[in-house]
Each structure stands twice: as C-alpha cells, then as structure tokens.
C-alpha cells in the first residue's frame, strides 16, 4: 500500500548528517546536566555509574541498529515495538519515547537560557528559553536538509569545543581535587547517579526518527550510529574527568553551566577565554535542542500517521515536506514543561522515558528474531543475545534506581501512561488496522 504524498518525507540524509544529529542530540549532556550526579554520589561514585552506563549504550547501540537497519521507519521504537507485540507494545514504547524526547527539549532550553544569563545576568532565563522554542520550531519546519545541514555545521562547532575545554583545563587538573570525598553516599550514591548519567548519552536513538529521510538506509544508518557513538564515549569521559579535577567538585553540581564556571576558575571569570567559552558554549545546547525537536516531531508523526494521535498531526507541508504540526505540538508540550518544572526533574523524567524506551526495544529485537527469522537484516546485533541482554538488564538496574529515589517524578510518568492506556481502549484504537506499510507484518488485533 502507497502511503499518500502528503505523509511522506523527503530522502536527502548522508552519513555525515547523521553523524551530526547523532551527536547533536546528545552532546548538551556533556554540557550541562550529568553534573547534578555527582550531587548524589561523589566524582568516583560518579565515574562509576557512568562506565556502567556507557557499556549499557555501548550493547544497546550495536543492537538498536539492527532494528533500525531493518526497519527504517520514523517511528524508531514505536515501530519495532508494534511489529514485534502489536498496538499495546508499540503504545508503550511510543509513548516513552515521547516522554524521551519531548521532555529533553525544555531540559536543554532551561540551559540555555541558563548559559545566556551567565554572559548577561539582565536575560531571563526563562523567557530566553521560551524565545529558543520559536526559533528552532520556524527552523524545523522550513525543511529536513537545510535544518540537518545546521546540525553538520553546528556539532562540528559543539565538539571543537570540548576538545578546547579539555585542553584548557588539562594543565589545571589534579588528582587531589577529583579524589577529595570521591564516594560520600557509598554505593547507594552509584546506583542514585544513574539517570544524570544517562543524560551523557541520552538520545542518540533519535536517529531512528530520521530513517525515513535517510538514503540508502540499511548502509548509512549503521555508519552515522557507531561513529556517533565512539565520538560520544570519548568526550563525556574526557569533560567529566577533567572538570572534577579542577576545583571542589561541589561548587560545580548544582549549577546549569559547569563548564563555563570550571574554566572560569581555572583561568579566572574575567579572562577573556572563559567569556569566549561561554558564548560559544551555546552551540552544543543549540545541537542538541534542535536534534530533539527535529525527532520528537517525528515520533509524533509516526504515532499520528498510524493513527495512535491526532491524524492532522501526520500532515507534511506542501512546500517544506516537513510534519509542521507535528513540530508545532512538540513545541507546546516544551512550553508546558518550562512553566511547570525544573531542570534536573524534567532531565528524570525524560530518562525515565529513554530507559523503558530501550526496554521495550531489546525485547521488540528478541521478539523479531524469533517470529520474524527471514525478515532483512542489513546490520545484525553484535553477539547476538549477549549484548541485548546486557543493555536490557543495565536499562531495567536503571529503571529501578530511579523509581527508588524519585517516587514522585515515577508516578507522574507511569499516571501518564496509565492514561493513556485507559483512552486508548475506550476509543477502541487498538483494534484498528494500521495502514502503514512498515508495520503491516505487525500482529494485528483480532
């Protein structure tokens, strides 16, 4: 069945445009974010829960790409999960990456306008932030090409610069600074730690959002996801072990911009290095503000166009071939979530989206291979079912740890889902056929 031209994307993705909104997504994590862990567990506490999580993205990625390889659909987990458990499976996982992606945008605006009012304290934080949506909504709907073109220029700029953090600060690092109370909460701390730092890595499955718009798929998407990845494990370690060596790590985990203020103590906050630091510190934010709403606008349009949301939200612009209502909703949802939380709250609850979101995919991959042995796959999960189970394992320690020590944030999370669930049946939408070709394969309701 042809899908109707006006739900359908425009093919114009490379590998180089990957790579870049690969780690646009994720590179604000680096930024900002992964410093409120060492609040709960200490720099080597901390050090710790990050190697536990970076083995666990290391198993999912070199799984997750099988996945996407294999089906190249704009609804990344959505899809898999439908094809492999039928409309319940693929509401749970859409809606967890909804919450994923939806709710790292206000997280990173919150930075932004954080970064803005560190270079000029008249800037409101908060309506900076709310200027950031508007501008990168208009940029996203004008069209996929030119928007992933601004991800190669602008992450190429994001990297640059944590390599310059590093060399700054490298000849100021010392032991004694990073050792000083290294793990004052024990083990407790390593396992509170967790979603802070997942933030280090959280969503580079955003790739997936963009299948639709990539050409040649089953080639291209395996490249962009394992060299993002190798780029991202080097520089969240190489920022976080340099920044705790800098000073007391304290004065740093509860700030919006610690990276700003660490060379600012290396280098005192009136040179004009740290000023330079600062201000183009924005292009990391900037990276991964634009990936996400470029991919949450693409998981509701895939939800929408399955018909799991509102159907005008599957419509693409004549003109710019991009889902604008879609862009638009996400930008709403953004705008809420700035009014009403905070940012190391809305950095939670968007983990708390990704790592079900992870789960429900290594379980959609075993599912596949199972019921779906024939079906193309152009890349196929490293050590197979080794690598699946660890990240299934890791993202479900994960998800435990942070249902411990945020009860409240878990409940709001799992309350949305319950609702949804709950409306789901009483519209009957899980007994609907999907008119999409991707999921045709899916188990159909009976």
Same mark, same amino acid.
């Given at each position: ?28 994590? *680096?930024? #900002? ?14 050090? &710790? ?20 390889? $294999? ?6 987990? #959505?899809?898999? $999960? ?27 605006? #919150? ?6 009012? #560190? ?16 501008? %990168? ?15 190669? %220029? ?7 610069? !944590? ?12 032991? @004694? ?25 959280? $969503? ?8 639709? *718009?990539? +050409? ?15 780029? !991202?494990?080097? =520089? ?17 985990? @509860? ?13 005192? +906050? ?38 799991? =949301? ?27 979530? =700035? ?35 024939? =079906? *193309? ?30 009860? +409240?944030?878990?409940?709001? %999370? ?14 009957? &939408?899980?007994? +609907? ?14």
């Amino acid at each position: 069945m042809e899908t109707p031209d006006n739900k359908q994307l425009k093919k114009v993705l490379r590998p180089v445009h990957l790579w870049a909104i690969a780690v646009g997504l994720v590179i604000s994590g *680096e930024y #900002f974010g992964w410093n409120f862990g060492w609040a709960v567990s200490g720099t080597v506490g901390f050090l &710790i829960a990050t190697l536990l999580v970076t083995v666990m993205y290391v198993a999912f990625i070199f799984s997750y790409t099988e996945l996407t390889a $294999a089906i190249p659909h704009a609804g990344g987990a #959505f899809a898999y $999960a439908y094809r492999a458990m039928g409309p319940f499976g693929g509401l749970i996982a859409g809606y967890a990456t909804l919450v994923d992606f939806l709710f790292a945008t206000p997280a990173i605006a #919150f930075a932004l306008g954080s970064y803005l009012h #560190f270079l000029y304290p008249v800037v409101d934080v908060f309506w900076s932030a709310v200027a950031f949506n508007i501008v %990168f909504i208009l940029l996203n709907i004008w069209g996929v090409k030119e928007s992933a073109g601004f991800s190669v %220029f602008i992450t190429i700029l994001a990297v640059a610069e !944590l390599l310059l953090f590093m060399g700054v600060v490298g000849p100021h690092f010392k032991m @004694a600074n990073f050792m000083t109370n290294p793990m004052p909460f024990g083990w407790a701390g390593v396992f509170a730690a967790l979603p802070f730092a997942v933030w280090f890595y959280l $969503a580079i499955e955003g790739v997936a959002m963009v299948a639709e *718009e990539v +050409k040649d798929p089953k080639r291209n998407i395996p490249r962009g996801y394992l060299s993002a990845l190798a780029t !991202l494990v080097f =520089l969240a370690l190489g920022v976080m072990i340099f920044a705790g060596g800098i000073t007391d790590w304290h004065k740093l985990s @509860a700030l919006d911009y610690p990276l700003p203020e660490a060379i600012g103590i290396a280098l005192g +906050k009136t040179s004009g290095l740290t000023q330079l630091f600062a201000s183009i510190g924005l292009f990391g934010l900037i990276a991964s503000f634009h990936g996400t709403i470029l991919a949450s606008s693409r998981q509701v349009f895939a939800m929408a166009r399955s018909g799991f =949301l509102p159907g005008p939200l599957a419509v693409v612009n004549h003109q710019f071939k991009t889902p604008h209502w879609a862009i638009v909703a996400g930008g709403l949802v953004s705008f809420i979530a =700035l009014y009403t939380g905070t940012t190391s709250q809305i950095i939670i609850l968007s983990v708390m989206g990704a790592v079900v979101m992870y789960m429900m995919s290594m379980v959609s991959l075993f599912v596949l291979r199972r019921r779906e042995p024939l =079906l *193309e796959r152009p890349f196929r999960a490293f050590f197979y079912p080794v690598f699946p189970a660890i990240a299934l394992l890791l993202s479900a320690v994960c998800m435990v740890a942070i249902m411990y020590y945020n009860f +409240k944030i878990s409940l709001l %999370f799992f309350g949305g889902l319950a609702l949804c669930l709950l409306v789901f049946m009483l519209m009957g &939408i899980h007994k +609907k056929p999907v008119l999409d070709d991707e999921l045709m394969n899916a188990p159909q309701p009976v």
